[in-house]
C-alpha cells in the first residue's frame, strides 16, 4: 500500500493506515541503501511514542533493541518530500535503550509524520529498519475553524489485577478503539502498569472459561529492581493495539500508585533497600526512572523527575497534569488521624494556582489521577461533612479559582474503574466557596472492572451518570466482559462548546453532555444532556 500522501485527502483518510504501513520504510535520506548484514542492524524494540504536543514542540520515543543512535525526522506531508526537522539522541545500556528528542519551532496546527531509525554507534552506515509516526500539533488561530477545533480521549489503568494481554481476545481492545475515534491527543491519568500486580499465564473467568495471558520473566512478579519495572513497561508494548495506537496519537502521561506499587507515599512506601541519605525511597526512585525512560514526557530540567506541569494546546485548552503522589503525606486518609495532611503539597498548589491564574485559555483541563468526591482512605474525600485533612487542599484551591475569576475548569481522572460524570455545585455542598465545576470519570483501559463508589457531600457532588460492574455481575470483572471505558472530548472551533462523551471498549456513546464557557457566568452551564 503507498505512503504518500494524495492531494485533497482529508485528515481521516490520511491517518487510516494500518499499522503494517505506517512501519513501512519511508523515502528520501532515511530510504537509502545500506549493508545487508541484517545482524548487525539495530531494531526498533517496542514501537514508537510522541506526547507532550503543544502548539509548536513534540517529545518523540523509541527504545532500541541494543546501544544504537535514534535518528528521527520530521515532514508536513506523509510522503517525507520535505524535512522540516532533524534530530539524533543515543540510546544506551544505562536507560534500558530508550531515547527521547524534544522538537521545537514546529507548525502550528499541523499534521506531522515522523519517522525513526537506529544506527549503529561504533560502525557507520549500519541502520536498522525504519518506523513512521504521527502526530498534531495544536492550533493558534482560532480564525480558521475547523483547525481550531480540538478532540482529545482520556483514560488509565493498563494491565492491572493479572489481566494482560491474551491474544485470542484482542488484546488491549480500547486502544484499538481508542485510535478509530482519531483524537488529536490522548491524557493517560496513571496506573500505566501494575508493578504491583504479577501476570499469571492463566486466571479464571467467573461465568466459566480461561484467561490466556502472554507471559514473560520480568512481569511474573512483584516489581522491586529497576530491571522489573522496565519489564512492565516492554510488557505493555508487546500489545500491537497499544502500539499502533502509540505512532498515531500523543500522550500526555501521568502516574498514580501502581507505577510503584498500591496506594504508595513518599515515606512509609519502601521495601528492603529501605530510603537514601536524602530520605526518599529508593523503590519509589526506580519507579520513576523507569517512568521517564519509558514515557514520552518533557523533563523539568530545574527539578528532574517532575510530573506535574502545564501543556498549552492552543487558545481553547491549557491541560494541567498534577501529581497527588509525589508530595502527599505518609498516612491513610483517616478522620481520627490528626497530624499534618496534604495530597498536592505547599509547592505544587502554589504552582496550580499561578498556573491556572495566569492561563488566558478558554479551558483549563485539569487531569488529576484522583477524583475529588469519591470516598476514599487513598485519596481526598473521607464522607459528609465540612472540609477534613486533604479536602482543605481542595477547598483552598477551589476558593481561590472563584475569587481569582479562574473560569471554566474541567477536570478529568481515571483510578476508580469504572465511569462516571460528576456535577459539584455549592448549593448542594457543606463547603460553598466555589463555582460549579465537572469532573468526569473514565477507566479502566484494560484491567479488571469494580462499581461505583460512594460521593461525599463537601462540595456537592451528584452523579449525572456512573456505569460499571452490578452487584449481581461482582468485582474484577476482566475486559473480556466489555467493561472498558475512556472519555472523548470536543471542543468545537467556533462556538467554543466543549462535548464530554463516556464511551466504552466497544466505542458505545454511554452517555454525553456539552458544556458552553461564558465569561460573564458561572462554568460548567450544561446545555444538553445526552444518554
Not at 518523540?60 to 524535512?83: G, H, L
Not at 488529536?184 to 502498569?193: A, L, Q, S, T
Not at 480461561?210 to 530491571?227: G, Y
Not at 469519591?374 to 483552598?396: Q, T, V, W, Y
Request: glycine letters at 8%.
Amino acid at each position: 500500500m503507498a505512503i504518500c500522501a494524495k492531494q485533497g485527502m482529508t485528515r481521516r483518510h490520511l491517518l487510516v493506515r494500518s499499522a503494517s504501513t505506517v512501519a513501512l520504510a519511508g523515502l528520501g535520506s532515511l530510504a537509502r541503501p545500506y549493508l545487508s548484514r541484517a545482524a548487525d542492524r539495530p531494531l526498533i524494540a517496542n514501537g514508537l511514542a510522541s506526547g507532550d504536543v503543544s502548539t509548536d514542540s513534540a517529545v518523540v520515543w523509541a527504545r532500541a533493541d541494543r546501544p544504537a543512535r535514534m535518528r528521527v525526522e520530521c515532514s508536513t506531508v506523509e510522503s517525507f518530500r520535505t524535512i522540516i526537522r532533524i534530530a539524533s539522541a543515543d540510546a544506551l545500556p544505562d536507560h534500558d535503550f530508550t531515547s527521547k528528542v524534544l522538537f521545537e519551532n514546529l507548525p502550528p496546527g499541523q499534521d506531522i509524520f515522523y519517522r525513526v531509525r537506529f544506527e549503529d554507534i561504533g560502525e557507520s552506515g549500519i541502520s536498522g529498519e525504519t518506523q513512521v509516526g504521527h502526530f498534531r500539533t495544536a492550533p493558534t488561530d482560532k480564525t480558521s475553524i475547523s483547525r481550531s477545533s480540538i478532540s482529545f480521549v482520556w483514560s488509565g489503568d493498563t494491565a492491572g489485577q493479572g489481566w494482560g494481554i491474551d491474544p485470542a481476545r484482542g488484546g488491549m481492545r480500547t486502544y484499538k478503539t481508542m485510535l478509530e475515534s482519531r483524537p488529536d491527543f490522548f491524557i493517560h491519568c496513571g496506573d500505566h502498569i501494575y508493578a504491583d500486580c504479577p501476570i499469571p499465564s492463566e486466571l479464571k473467568l467467573r461465568h466459566g472459561g480461561i484467561w490466556r495471558n502472554i507471559v514473560t520473566e520480568e512481569k511474573s512478579a512483584v516489581a522491586h529492581s529497576l530491571e522489573q519495572f522496565r519489564g512492565n513497561y516492554k510488557y505493555n508494548l508487546l500489545d500491537g493495539n497499544l502500539r499502533a495506537f502509540n505512532a498515531q496519537v500523543p500522550m500526555l502521561a501521568q502516574w498514580d500508585d501502581h507505577e510503584v506499587t498500591n496506594d504508595w507515599s513518599p515515606v512509609g512506601s519502601a521495601d528492603e533497600t529501605g530510603y537514601a541519605e536524602d530520605g526518599s525511597s529508593r523503590l519509589v526512585a526506580r519507579a520513576r526512572r523507569a517512568f521517564f525512560e519509558f514515557m514520552p514526557i518533557r523533563s523539568v530540567p530545574a527539578q528532574e523527575g517532575r510530573v506535574y506541569r502545564r501543556i498549552g494546546y492552543g487558545p481553547l485548552l491549557d491541560v494541567f497534569l498534577i501529581d497527588m503522589r509525589s508530595y502527599r503525606d505518609s498516612t491513610w486518609n483517616k478522620r481520627d488521624d490528626r497530624g499534618d495532611t496534604f495530597i498536592l503539597g505547599s509547592a505544587q498548589l502554589a504552582w496550580l494556582k499561578r498556573e491556572l491564574a495566569a492561563s488566558d485559555a478558554t479551558w483549563k483541563v485539569i487531569a488529576a489521577d484522583l477524583p475529588i468526591g469519591l470516598i476514599s482512605e487513598d485519596a481526598i474525600a473521607l464522607g459528609d461533612g465540612p472540609p477534613e485533612r486533604r479536602e482543605h487542599e481542595i477547598a483552598d484551591l477551589l476558593s481561590f479559582m472563584k475569587r481569582a475569576g479562574v473560569r471554566n475548569t474541567v477536570w478529568l481522572t481515571a483510578d476508580m474503574h469504572y465511569t462516571a460524570a460528576h456535577h459539584y455545585d455549592p448549593n448542594r455542598a457543606v463547603f460553598q466557596e466555589f463555582e460549579p465545576f465537572w469532573e468526569f470519570v473514565s477507566g479502566p483501559l484494560h484491567a479488571g472492572t469494580w462499581g461505583p463508589g460512594e460521593l461525599d457531600n463537601t462540595f456537592g457532588p451528584k452523579a449525572m451518570f456512573q456505569r460499571g460492574c452490578s452487584a449481581e455481575q461482582g468485582e474484577n470483572l476482566a475486559p473480556c466482559f466489555g467493561l472498558q471505558f475512556f472519555g472523548r472530548v470536543d471542543i468545537d472551533g467556533q462556538s467554543e462548546v466543549m462535548t464530554v462523551t463516556l464511551k466504552d471498549v466497544d466505542n458505545q456513546n454511554l452517555w454525553s453532555v456539552d458544556i458552553e464557557p461564558r465569561p460573564d457566568a458561572r462554568p460548567g452551564t450544561m446545555l444538553a444532556q445526552h444518554i
